[in-house]
């Protein structure tokens, strides 16, 4: 595994070289094969881990046909990734640092919305989710999916 | 299997047109001839079939439940109740007659801001009383002012409702497969836990909670305010709901066929609470396509998950779900093909 860091994060365009819209074979020839894939026909996507980030190519939720584009990251525990200076996934005080920016949506789910800067932000309010804590960076044409996403508690 | 993040054995909302009713919205009959049966916009049936079972016989009236005042000469374990009570709003007009209501489509008028609360109450006032989108018991006035009543109640996943005399609600927690119990200062009572997919409630004549246990086949009789049970009826296939009748002595019961799993096997499933994110992921995909009524495929996600990851096991419970959809008009005969040819 190839320990990644520190990523920058360009809201809705980019994590480090991951930029969202591109293929998975672009993004291959920049950074390499992934730590590990797998094809998912139920979810329509293609899911590759390097190091703590996931990448999901796919299409919209409940497409009926693969897209082989970059539409979603997400970042776990011990991820390296910077915006704006915050440490993300790391800094204690990442939801008020963020709230500066933006106001999250939905502080009361598990999941809140950054919805200028495309960010999810899952167990970092009172209700905690199983992953304890993920972030999901997503691509402007997929706001829609996430936001819905986050707004459903449940 | 779209399901809320449950530890249920058993699954069958895909398959439940009636799941899809009031998602995002209160669907208002103006003309119906029983508020307990839901007239079902997508063409299906609320649910598969309905069974009545009787009540007062061997399967209720055996064994006393509390062996308390509570069960005899008419004490009720609530107060007060009689016929069942009218919690829609104060004794109104009675449901007309099926063979009186007015030629089906029956018109209807759409409410919006309703969206997570897959059953719903009146309160003695008229309010609505439900869940919203933040897992909270709410209640809104027929003006629309919504309040708060209780923040994040049980695990916000709930199927089921009743309003009982005394002013409180008793909510199916799908999630921890309990039943809750809310007061109206706001407490919540615990009534009975160790549920498997409490699905549908009413109250019966007797002043007993009867729900429906869609994971284990049966319908329970429970006293609202110790919790102690009996079996009232068993061996239904997948009851999704409870009704009482004008009669005092027969229940309803709704069937929504679906995939019977063993618990630990339903715990791996793509859509299941204990997948986390990927599983909302998974159950909000299906729900985007139930929405569409892409029935065919909502219902292959299931098929292709199963069947990857438990093959060979529900192939014959996959395909009978497969001509119950057909059955119900979801799926065209080559729709039906091409799924069971995913079964494996």
């Known amino acids: 595994m190839t320990a990644l860091g520190p990523l920058h994060f360009d809201p809705m365009v980019a994590i480090g070289p991951f930029g969202f819209g591109a293929t998975w074979k672009t993004i291959e020839k920049m950074a390499g094969e992934p730590d590990f894939f797998d094809v998912d026909d139920v979810m329509k996507e293609r899911r590759e881990t390097r190091d703590k980030l996931v990448l999901y190519y796919r299409g919209p939720l409940g497409a009926t046909r693969q897209v082989n584009r970059l539409r979603c990251i997400t970042l776990h525990r011990g991820a390296d990734v910077l915006f704006n200076g915050i440490d993300l996934m790391n800094d204690r005080a990442v939801v008020n640092k963020l709230s500066d920016l933006d106001k999250p949506l939905y502080p009361e789910n598990p999941y809140m919305v950054f919805r200028e800067l495309g960010l999810i932000l899952g167990g970092f309010g009172r209700i905690k989710i199983k992953e304890k804590k993920l972030i999901m960076a997503y691509a402007k044409d997929a706001r829609r999916d996430y936001e819905e996403f986050a707004a459903k508690p449940f | 299997m779209r399901s809320e993040p449950s530890q249920g054995a058993y699954d069958s909302s895909m398959l439940c047109p009636s799941r899809l009713v009031t998602r995002g919205s209160l669907l208002v009959l103006l003309a119906s001839c029983d508020p307990d049966v ?15 079972a009787p009540i007062g016989g061997s399967p209720v009236g055996g064994a006393p439940i509390t062996g308390g005042a509570a069960t005899e000469g008419g004490a009720n374990p609530v107060g007060g109740m009689g016929g069942g009570g009218d919690p829609q709003g104060g004794g109104g007009e009675a449901p007309l007659p099926c063979s009186e209501m007015v030629a089906a489509p029956a018109p209807f008028e759409q409410l919006f801001g309703f969206t997570s609360s897959e059953d719903f109450v009146f309160d003695q006032y008229g309010n609505y009383v439900g869940i919203d989108s933040n897992g909270n018991l709410v209640r809104t006035t027929k003006d629309g002012f919504t309040s708060l009543w209780i923040p994040s109640i049980g695990s916000g996943s709930m199927a089921g409702m009743v309003a009982l005399p005394d002013g409180s609600v008793v909510i199916c927690d799908v999630g921890n497969g309990s039943l809750q119990r809310a007061y109206p200062n706001g407490v919540v009572q615990t009534i009975l836990g160790g549920l498997q997919y409490p699905n549908g409630i009413d109250m019966g004549p007797d002043g007993y909670i009867y729900v429906a246990e869609n994971g284990d086949d049966q319908v329970r009789r429970v006293h609202p305010d110790n919790g102690q049970w009996t079996i009232a009826a068993e061996g239904m296939i997948g009851p999704n709901g409870v009704a009482f009748s004008d009669d005092p002595l027969v229940f309803y019961v709704g069937s929504c066929p679906g995939l019977h799993m063993s618990k630990k096997d339903h715990a791996k499933t793509g859509s299941h ?22 029935w065919a495929d909502a219902i292959a996600m299931d ?28 799926i065209t005969d080559a729709q039906k093909r091409k799924l069971k040819g995913m079964c494996k």
């Open chain 2, 38 to 52: 839901t007239v079902n916009p997508t063409g299906g049936g609320s649910t598969g079939a309905i069974s009545p």
């Open chain 2, 273 to 294: 609470g204990s997948q986390g994110t990927p599983g909302k992921l998974y159950r909000d995909a299906q729900e985007k396509l139930l929405s569409k009524k892409k």
């Open chain 2, 303 to 330: 098929v292709k998950d199963v069947s990857k990851k438990f093959p060979g096991k529900y192939k014959k419970s996959l395909r009978e779900m497969i001509d119950y959809a057909r059955s119900q008009d979801l």
